[in-house]
């Protein structure tokens, strides 16, 4: 029942990106357990006793006062972790095989990952860029901000060619904060470009984490005859024979994939493939999962 | 080289369907959009280069598919040289041997002259021209195969023999047709034969030659007086000897105003003697009555005329008489319906010599009997049955013996409720009043059944009363407009049990005031005592069949004998063999596969008595259906001239077109199938 919520043809049914953030997310939660992980913020989760060398700022001197006994209040999990979503709008983002484009689906995994961080009391902010950077929502968890993120990403549409070079030596002056980095692209660049690209973003205390956003029929293209394909991007037209696709393309594309995934481990980079025929929960959790590390 | 059917040459319009196609639809395409073409490389257009020329050789394929449609709807042909052209010609001798040809010319037969005639005709063969020599009679005997052999046609030539059988031109042209059909070349048949006007065909059509077959007369013999014994009327089985009538038919053919002598011969015995007048070209008739010489079993006749013609073997005429006693029928009748046994002995003895004779008892009397010894048992409409009667019926019936049964309201009293032996309750009786002309017709009948065959479907017969008899077990053979069943029969054991569910003594109906009386009777007895229609004619004509089983008598053997007394079958033939051709006349001596013996009398068909010959006229029609030139009459055939024919090409165009289509099909599927995906194996 989740996972129809989640879907990402279903989705596309929902005409506002809020809702379909709110769609997601509180579907996506429901279906979680509670995190064991606890912390201290505001929202209390239970007494401990005291134990000799615990702080004793933790320490409820009302209950000491009213039994003389020691116990620490402890409270749910709360970070003041900084979240930055940068979303790749260029023109091969504009690419859909199965009637979602991938920005589209690019839009719902953003919404998503910013209303899960509005919940969570996280500073989010965005950056919309192709070749250049078209949008900034600078950090924030003021009231209001999770609008201003929605429209934000909203407003996104596929502009240029992707050139990863340029807006990402801008993001690192956008970033003065050490947190968590979510880019959403397709990165049809090579692999070691990629990593070159985003890997000082890395060095600067952020975890990074990168959605490798691609349609079903870029990573397998199912030809029924040979046809005349055209770069989104370029322009460039090429006839193809379903021979190639089938198998040469094929290899190239897992060479790539695999050349991406491993270079993005040896940065210590969090990569993760995102196929638009499947459901949003996948990335989530990988979204969650960093998350919780950075507690 | 030419079309039969030029305009369907307009389909080859139909090659546009694949230009447009291929060459105009392809161009079409649109580009694809797709986010990146890193991973394509330039080189891959050649691929496509490669599948262009493939569509190109389908393009092609399918152009020449549509063309050789349409070629083949037109039919083309080109002529060629005809085996006549190359002067190919096959000689074929019929020689008649029919029953006419044992006609005396001189001091030969005719049949001699006819031989003497084909060899003279072979003789004129040239070295090296294939013969063939055939008999002609009422079927067609090939002597030799197709050979150029002279001595082989020859001596085929000596060894025909004369038949009894009648001639048949009809069967001699259709297997000259046949011959031209899988010869290919032309034909020159020579016919040679008294040429009977009695051998033609009832239609002309059955006569006609194909294109290339010449047909050449060669007339035996002259057109003579002759006088036959054309007909004999005797009974097959004679029960009374005095009551016997023979009568015989002499007929004069091209013959003046005779007095013939008619003698009646039995086992080798003159009987009597009669003097005909056979008017000119007339028949005269002899009769002869008692035949107090027959001894009990078969008896061999004949009927032999003086006439002193040229054809003496049509003068006697063959014919076979059993001489037995009559079967015994017994009608068991209580007295109640005292009509019912006159009228039922008066229909079985309307015949003169009649074969079953009544002998009446009372049902307590009857119950004592030994009923074996009857062919028959009648039960008329019994109201009651004394003690052992139907344990007497039921072993006789079940031991083979047969129960003619009426069933009326006397029927219905009975204390068992159910028709004795027949085993089916009796369930009351259905009446029609007699007022108002209320009656009840027969509506459903067996017509083919052998009780019933010659009743007229009981036209007329008004039935007042039934008894209603349920049919749970029998077959019910007539049934009432009301649905009631009026006759039923049962088959008990070995033996037959026929049931009539009204009565005999016209109280209840007026059958036997109606012509379907006599033979319901007749037919009804002969069928449950055997003999009557059910039984094969004992004179029969030369090539009439007899039949040697029914079908159930398997493994049975059958056995004949010819007039010869020579075995007549093979070992798989009296063991199988449904039925025997008659060859020859005589008397043949047969034992069925269901055991009953039989002397059949065969006598050769007296159509080959008349010798008038068929008219040139329609000679000069039957050559000309075979010639394509005038007809001449001189018995030349045509000559070696050359000549075409036009030869259609469309087998070889469909082959062709079935290649063609076959390498479409295949090309289409190897480079238009979509290409099945590999199965890939993803972690979950």
Same mark, same amino acid.
Request: glycine share 8%.
């Given at each position: ?66 039994? !003389? ?95 990863? !070079? ?130 | ?684």
């Amino acid at each position: 029942m989740l996972q129809r919520f989640l879907d990402p043809a279903v989705l596309a049914g929902i005409s506002g990106l809020d809702l379909v953030a709110k769609t997601v997310v509180d579907g996506f939660i429901s279906g979680l357990h509670r995190s064991p992980d606890f912390g201290f913020s505001q929202e209390f989760a239970e007494y401990r006793m005291y134990n000799p060398g615990d702080d004793l700022r933790h320490v409820d001197w009302n209950v000491f006062a009213r039994s !003389e006994k020691m116990f620490l209040k402890r409270y749910r999990g709360e970070t003041n972790c900084q979240v930055s979503v940068l979303l790749d709008a260029s023109r091969s983002m504009k690419y859909g095989s199965r009637g979602l484009e991938k920005m589209e689906y690019a839009r719902f995994l953003a919404a998503s990952i910013c209303y899960l961080a509005h919940l969570q009391r996280d500073a989010a902010g965005l950056i919309v860029f192709d070749n250049e950077v078209r949008h900034f929502v600078p950090p924030s968890s003021r009231q209001g901000q999770i609008m201003r993120l929605l429209h934000g990403i909203d407003r996104a549409e596929t502009g240029a060619e992707t050139v990863l !070079e340029k807006p990402f030596a801008h993001l690192v002056d956008y970033l003065r904060r050490r947190g968590l980095v979510v880019a959403i692209s397709d990165f049809w660049e090579e692999p070691e470009a990629v990593i070159r690209t985003v890997a000082p973003l890395r060095s600067r205390g952020n975890e990074l984490i990168l959605f490798h956003v691609l349609d079903p029929q870029e990573i397998q293209p199912k030809l029924r005859g040979p046809v005349l394909l055209e770069d989104l991007e370029s322009g460039v037209k090429m006839e193809v024979s379903p021979d190639y696709a089938t198998h040469e393309y094929k290899g190239k594309m897992s060479a790539h994939l695999e050349d991406m995934k491993s270079r993005a481990a040896g940065a210590n980079i969090d990569y993760f493939l995102v196929d638009t025929s499947r459901p949003l929960d996948e990335a989530l959790r990988q979204y969650l999962a960093i998350r919780a590390g950075r507690l | 080289m030419g079309f039969f059917s030029p305009w369907f040459l307009g389909g080859v319009l139909a090659v546009g369907l694949p230009i447009w196609l291929h060459l105009l639809k392809r161009h079409k395409t649109d580009p694809q959009p797709f986010p990146s073409l890193m991973f394509f490389e330039h080189r891959e257009q050649s691929s496509v280069q490669h599948r262009r020329l493939d569509y190109i050789l389908l393009f092609i394929l399918r152009t020449l598919m549509l063309v050789l449609l349409a070629l083949l709807f037109a039919n083309p042909f080109i002529n060629r040289l005809t085996p006549k052209g190359a002067g190919q010609k096959l000689v074929v001798v019929a020689v008649d041997r029919s029953f006419s040809m044992r006609t005396k010319e001189g001091t030969s037969s005719r049949l001699d002259l006819a031989k003497s005639e084909a060899l003279n005709v072979l003789s004129k063969v040239p070295p090296g021209q294939k013969g063939q020599v055939v008999a002609l009679a009422d079927t067609l005997q090939a002597m030799t195969q197709q050979t150029a052999d002279p001595g082989e046609l020859r001596g085929a030539v000596q060894a025909i023999r004369e038949s009894d059988a009648r001639a048949s031109f009809g069967e001699l042209a259709r297997y000259l047709r046949t011959l031209s059909e899988s010869t290919k070349t032309p034909i020159e048949v020579h016919l040679i034969s008294d040429l009977q006007k009695s051998g033609m065909p009832p239609g002309f059509t059955d006569l006609r030659l194909d294109q290339d077959t010449d047909i050449v007369f060669h007339p035996v013999g002259k057109v003579q007086t002759n006088w036959t014994v054309e007909t004999v009327i005797a009974p097959q089985h004679v029960y009374d000897p005095k009551r016997v009538r023979i009568s015989a038919t002499v007929t004069g053919f091209s013959a003046p105003a005779a007095t013939r002598t008619v003698t009646l011969l039995m086992n080798g015995k003159t009987v009597g003697t009669k003097s005909v007048n056979v008017p000119e070209n007339g028949r005269g008739s002899a009769e002869f009555t008692g035949l107090d010489a027959a001894s009990y079993g078969f008896n061999r006749c004949e009927i032999r005329i003086d006439s002193a013609d040229g054809l003496p073997a049509d003068d006697s005429y063959a014919f076979s008489i059993e001489r037995t006693d009559p079967k015994k029928v017994l009608f068991v009748d209580d007295g109640q319906r005292p009509k019912a046994q006159q009228y039922f002995r008066a229909a079985l003895n309307a015949t003169e010599d009649a074969a079953f004779q009544l002998e009446a008892l009372r049902p307590d009397v009857a119950a004592t009997a030994d009923l074996s010894k009857y062919a028959v048992v009648v039960l008329n409409d019994l109201s009651s049955l004394p003690n052992g009667l139907e344990p007497s019926l039921q072993r006789y019936v079940m031991a083979g013996g047969s129960l003619f049964e009426s069933i009326g309201p006397g029927s219905v009293a009975l204390a068992s409720g159910r028709a004795p032996v027949l085993d089916e309750a009796i369930e009351g009786t259905r009446y029609a009043s007699r007022e108002g002309e209320r009656f009840f017709p027969v509506s459903d009948l067996d017509t083919g059944h052998d009780a019933l065959k010659s009743v007229e479907r009981f036209d007329g017969v008004k039935f007042y009363l039934a008894a209603n008899v349920s049919a749970t077990k029998s077959r019910v053979l007539a049934r009432l407009s009301n649905g009631t069943p009026l006759v039923l029969e049962r088959k008990v054991g070995e033996g037959k049990v026929l049931a009539f569910t009204s009565t005999f003594d016209g109280a209840n109906n007026d059958m036997p005031l109606h012509y379907a009386w006599v033979p319901f009777v007749q037919k009804s007895v002969a069928y449950l005592g055997g003999g009557g229609s059910t039984e094969q004619p004992a004179n029969l004509s030369v090539g009439e069949y007899v039949e040697l089983r029914t079908g159930n008598e398997k493994g049975a053997q059958a056995e004949v004998q010819d007039p010869e007394g020579q075995r007549v079958l093979s070992l798989e033939e009296s063991a199988q063999a449904r039925n025997f051709e008659l060859t020859r006349e005589g008397f043949y001596e047969v034992r069925t596969a269901g055991g009953k013996r039989s002397l059949i009398a065969a006598h050769a068909n007296r159509k080959e008595s008349d010798l008038a010959v068929i008219p040139q006229e329609s000679l000069d029609l039957w050559k000309a259906t075979g010639s394509s030139g005038p007809p001449d009459g001189s018995g030349q055939g045509t000559g070696g001239e050359g000549k075409t024919t036009p030869w259609s090409l469309s087998p070889f165009i469909l082959l062709l077109l079935l290649g063609v289509a076959l390498a479409e099909s295949v090309i289409a599927d190897r480079y238009l199938r979509p290409h099945a995906q590999p199965q890939e194996t993803k972690a979950a």
